[in-house]
Structure formats: structure tokens, C-alpha cells
């Protein structure tokens, strides 16, 4: 049997006695996933000894499961390509993207995603595993998209995720000087009828709540640079908020902004903080914008 990943529990006084399937419905791992377990490689030890769910623990008992190695989508085809990641273990692969790429294939852009990019460096790398994302970002936004390398890791931060535990914070340049050095937007977002692409403030939209900082104000291009960080992810959250209080990103032609001094919207994903859900321990990581924004700051 390929033991992809494992995770083990010693059994407390406090949880015991209990029955083995008892004890992982405690862990958060669910029905789905040990059927999957079961049928697809998988297997749950208690003191090295393979066992099945009707096993009963006492305290002390070792617990182990061991999850199947995760199988690639025949959609999706891996390619080679430059990845930077800043951040790897076991369970997660934190990766710093560049502007242009989409982080999944679509009909429009069938190749260069990041997802390709992430299945190749899998194989490279001997990782049975597919592609994850518990983030996405926009195909022209920058920055840091989280992966988890197998489904247990991903429905632990997709909780977080509901729970908004994890944290985000985003760099973007808007045109003119803001009224207000900080502020919340609670404008409700949805669809725009007459577009298959973009969204608007809408009194029956869903509910989308963004905190800004101005940083920096550049008077040559009359840039305010902002830090956001996001309470709710609607899709085009911040450029629709920023554009719905007269300040639309720089390169932001679908939102109204202007794309003489950059082709694409001027937002970037700079920093992500959260728990990690196996170790406990806060995990923090930064990255800096891209060179086409950076110049816009000096």
C-alpha cells in the first residue's frame, strides 16, 4: 500500500472509551472520506495494527490513518513551468503567482494555469497528489494562492475558510488621493444582469464587507496606494467596492479605471495568516508586488 499521508492521534482519557469510527467523526474526517479510505487505498491502524471503524479504543491506543494518494484529473494536463513557492510541507503549498496566469484552465485560456504548473511540479517531485486551491485569484491579479496537497487538508481549510479564520490582506493602486485615510465598505455585491462577467453593487446581493488603509499617495500619477483585507470573498470583491466609491484600480478597464499606466488591474495578494490545522502553530507569509506595480510607487 502507498502511504501518501498519515496523521495520527493518541487516544485520551477523555475520549475513551469509543468506537474507532466515533472517535475520526471527532477528528472532522467524514463519511466521504473514509469511504475513500476504504475503497481507494487507504487504511486506519490503532496500535500498528490495521482495523476497521468498529474497532473500540481505550485510552492510550495510537491511532493512524492513512490517506490514499490523491489521482489527477485526465482534464487536466500538467505543464512545465516556473513556480515560485514560498511555502511547503506535507499538507500545503503556498505558491506567489504571477499577473496573466489563471489559476485554473478555462475556455478561454486552456493553457498556462497555475494548476498545470502545480501538477507538473508534483510529478517532478514524486507527490501523488492534484490540485487543491483554497484560494483563487483573478487570472490578472498577483499573489499568494494556498494549495492543500490532499482533500483532508483542503476541507479542514475550507472550515476555516467559512469560519473566516484565514486572513488576507491586498495590496492595490487606485486612481485618485482618498477621501478617507481608512475606512469599510458593506455594500452588497451580485451578478450584473446584462454580463456573464461582472459583478455590482446590488441592494439583493450577497453580503461583502472590505476594510481599506490608504499607505501612500503618489501626486505625479495621483495613485493612492491601499491595503485591503477582506471579511467576505465575492468574486471581484475589492474591484467592485473600490470602484463603487469613485476610486476603480488602476488597469481595471471592466471596473472604470484606466489602463494607460498598466494593462491589467493593479491588486496584488501580499500577505495570508492562519492556523494550520495539523500542527496548531499560526502560519504567516508575505510576498512582495510585482515590478509593473512597484514602479508605479516611486
Known amino acids: ?41 487507504g487504511a486506519l491502524f490503532v496500535n500498528e495494527k490495521e482495523e476497521t471503524v468498529r474497532r473500540a479504543l481505550s485510552k492510550g491506543d495510537v491511532v493512524k490513518v492513512y490517506f490514499p494518494p490523491g489521482k489527477q484529473s485526465e482534464s487536466m494536463e500538467a505543464e512545465e513551468m516556473k513556480l515560485e513557492v514560498v511555502y511547503e510541507d506535507e499538507h500545503f503549498l503556498i505558491v506567489n503567482k504571477p499577473p496573466g496566469m489563471p489559476t485554473i484552465p478555462s475556455l478561454f485560456q486552456p493553457k498556462g494555469s497555475l494548476a498545470a504548473g502545480i501538477l507538473f511540479y508534483y510529478q517532478q517531485n514524486d507527490i501523488p497528489a492534484t490540485f487543491h486551491a483554497v484560494n483563487r485569484l483573478d487570472k490578472d491579479t498577483s499573489g499568494i494562492v494556498l494549495v492543500a496537497k490532499h482533500r483532508f487538508a483542503h476541507s479542514l481549510m475550507s472550515k476555516q475558510q467559512r469560519e473566516r479564520t484565514i486572513k488576507r490582506e491586498y495590496i492595490a493602486l487606485v486612481h485618485g488621493k482618498m477621501e478617507q485615510d481608512n475606512g469599510t465598505i458593506t455594500s452588497p455585491i451580485g451578478r450584473n444582469p446584462d454580463s456573464i462577467i461582472e459583478r455590482m453593487v446590488r441592494e439583493d446581493g450577497q453580503p461583502s464587507i472590505t476594510h481599506y488603509e490608504m499607505i501612500n499617495y503618489i501626486s505625479n500619477h495621483d495613485i493612492s496606494v491601499v491595503r485591503l483585507k477582506l471579511e467576505t470573498g465575492r468574486t471581484h470583491q475589492i474591484r467592485v467596492h473600490m470602484a463603487s466609491i469613485g476610486h476603480p484600480l488602476i488597469g481595471d478597464d471592466l471596473y472604470g479605471g484606466s489602463v494607460n499606466l498598466m494593462d491589467r488591474q493593479a491588486l496584488h495578494s501580499e500577505q495570508t495568516r492562519f492556523f494550520h490545522p495539523f500542527t496548531g502553530e499560526e502560519v504567516q507569509i508575505s510576498v512582495e508586488i510585482p515590478d509593473d506595480m512597484k514602479r508605479l510607487c516611486f
Open 1 to 41: 500500500m502507498k502511504k501518501f499521508f498519515e496523521i495520527s492521534w493518541v487516544v485520551t482519557e477523555d475520549e475513551a472509551p469509543v468506537l474507532l469510527r466515533e472517535f475520526l467523526k471527532n477528528k472532522q474526517i467524514s463519511k466521504a472520506a473514509l469511504t475513500d479510505i476504504k475503497f481507494h487505498g
